[in-house]
């Protein structure tokens, strides 16, 4: 399988496979990384699917996009990263072992897809620890080593920090946005003692820090001299391991392959929903996508009107579902790319606009007005909305949610209406309450149950440098922590 960059140069080699992408960021054009076709899965590859465990569904599946790697040992890497001890930790033994179970609020309708069970309590961890194996594999194979720089507002972090922590040739330099995180989710990233692990706070909003990647990413001499590398959620490896859970929580919510299921994403880079979308291009019978927002909902505009109008970093709104706090949703590009007929040029029109911090406008574009035959649909939800549905989940079901699923238990309620009759509406459970224990507590009076491993973290010494939004002296940073060659 060879990838290309949504605004056409894909950069050197020519034609790169999937280990030339695993450890850059962004393509040499400022695109995204995307397979040049999507393999299609058959029905009769869908039938023999069902039944395997989630590492061998992962192993057919990354398969059909990773043909530099030899089978055997992607199988291995597939094996050793799925596995219960790593995915089962927080529920162990109520669901013998499943990795992403599906939890029924009402039988057979509506749904949760747990996917964070991991160790950081975040669907990123799905990803990030198949992630973390790759690099290995890959950097030993070439005798290489990265520094990965990333931004993160709040799980991709931990996600990266808990993935890459004491992996031989990795260092990683996170930056978080001062004091936007949860108490607990800084105490996961910070507390980590690692030589490997470098935390930088910087003083502003999640995307000053994801400006700042992004600058250091663009200056190539740098980059290269410094073997800067990404795992922030544009990292194309990651996109293509959460299409695996569209799949497993497919077979979970049916009984044939002949059932629809819809998907309700609680979103912000666009990095998650964006692997269901190409789920669905590969075949999967998904009726729908439904995309949630908090009050951040540059996405949800979109879909209703066709106006895509990225905010700046000073009407961000800061809310009780922070990793959602996003303005500029880094992973759109690739849906858009698909949109506009996988035309390089039109989406390189379209981001020189938003690169200098312009809307742009479908709304009247014959590509905007065949946005359903994609499925999507979507919602927004406030800090009041997730109070609620927190509340309501809690009292009629017995079921304890995060603050980001309550968004998209909040906008799947929205729309239930308008799925045909036996759809089942999966929402995507994307943290675990404990992370966000602030806005629990306030929904329901009661603190979320913490896993034992995880008692007290908040109380342990942290590791963490305050630093102002600045590129040079995170760039300084960098150096000073690393030998250029
Ligand atoms: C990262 C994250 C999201 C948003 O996912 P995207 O891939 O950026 O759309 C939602 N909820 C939680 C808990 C997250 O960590």
Redesign the pocket.
């Known amino acids: 399988m060879k990838y290309i960059s949504t605004r056409g140069h894909a950069g050197q080699p020519a034609n790169p496979e999937f280990c030339d992408i695993l450890l850059g960021g962004l393509a040499p054009d400022g695109g995204l990384y995307l397979p040049e076709r999507y393999p299609q899965v058959s029905r009769a590859e869908l039938d023999a699917w069902r039944g395997l465990s989630y590492a061998e569904l992962a192993f057919a599946i990354l398969s059909k996009f990773i043909t530099d790697i030899p089978p055997a040992d992607l199988k291995a890497i597939c094996d050793k990263t799925y596995t219960a001890e790593v995915y089962c930790h927080v529920r162990a033994g109520d669901d013998a072992g499943e990795i992403t179970p599906v939890h029924w609020l009402e039988e057979g309708r509506l749904g949760l897809l747990e996917l964070s069970n991991g160790p950081t309590l975040?669907?990123?961890d799905m990803a990030m620890q198949l992630l973390g194996n790759l690099f290995e594999y890959v950097l030993a194979r070439r005798g290489e080593t990265i520094n990965i720089l990333g931004a993160t507002s709040?799980?991709?972090g931990s996600a990266a920090e808990y993935a890459m922590r004491g992996k031989q040739g990795v260092r990683v330099f996170m930056l978080s946005p001062h004091g936007k995180m949860s108490a607990f989710q800084r105490a996961q990233m910070y507390s980590l003692q690692d030589d490997n692990i470098f935390n930088i706070a910087v003083t502003g909003m999640f995307d000053d820090a994801q400006d700042i990647v992004k600058a250091v990413s663009n200056d190539h001499g740098f980059k290269a001299a410094h073997k800067i590398g990404a795992v922030n959620?544009i990292n194309w490896a990651r996109v293509a391991a959460q299409i695996v859970y569209y799949f497993k929580g497919y077979f979970g919510a049916t009984k044939s392959n002949d059932e629809q299921v819809a998907f309700c994403v609680?979103?912000?880079?666009?990095?998650?929903?964006c692997a269901g979308h190409i789920a669905r291009q590969m075949g999967l019978p998904v009726a729908r996508l439904i995309l949630a927002t908090n009050e951040n909902d540059v996405l949800d505009e979109f879909f209703r009107t066709g106006i895509y109008r990225p905010r700046k970093a000073a009407e961000t709104h800061v809310t009780s579902?922070p990793?959602?706090d996003?303005s500029k949703a880094s992973?759109f590009e690739r849906f858009v790319y698909d949109l506009v007929g996988r035309d390089p040029q039109r989406v390189a029109a379209l981001w020189a606009e938003v690169d200098a911090g312009r809307p742009f406008d479908l709304s009247a574009s014959a590509e905007f007005a065949r946005i359903a035959d994609f499925g999507f649909i979507s919602g927004a939800s406030s800090h009041a909305d997730r109070l609620a549905t927190i509340r309501k989940v809690f009292e009629q079901y017995g079921v304890m949610i995060?603050t980001?699923t309550a968004d998209g238990v909040k906008v799947a309620w929205q729309h239930a209406a308008e799925l045909r009759a036996g759809v089942p509406l999966l929402v995507l459970e994307?943290?675990l309450p404990v992370k966000f224990s602030e806005t629990i507590v306030e929904a329901l009076g009661r603190e979320p149950e913490r896993p034992a491993d995880l008692e007290g973290i908040e109380k342990l010494p942290q590791r963490v440098t305050v630093m102002a939004p600045d590129v040079d002296a995170i760039k300084r940073f960098i150096t000073e922590r690393v030998t250029p060659q």
Do not use: L, Q, R, V
């Open positions: 975040a669907f990123k709040g799980d991709t959620s609680p979103s912000g880079n666009f990095g998650n929903i579902s990793s959602m996003i992973n995060d980001h994307t943290a």
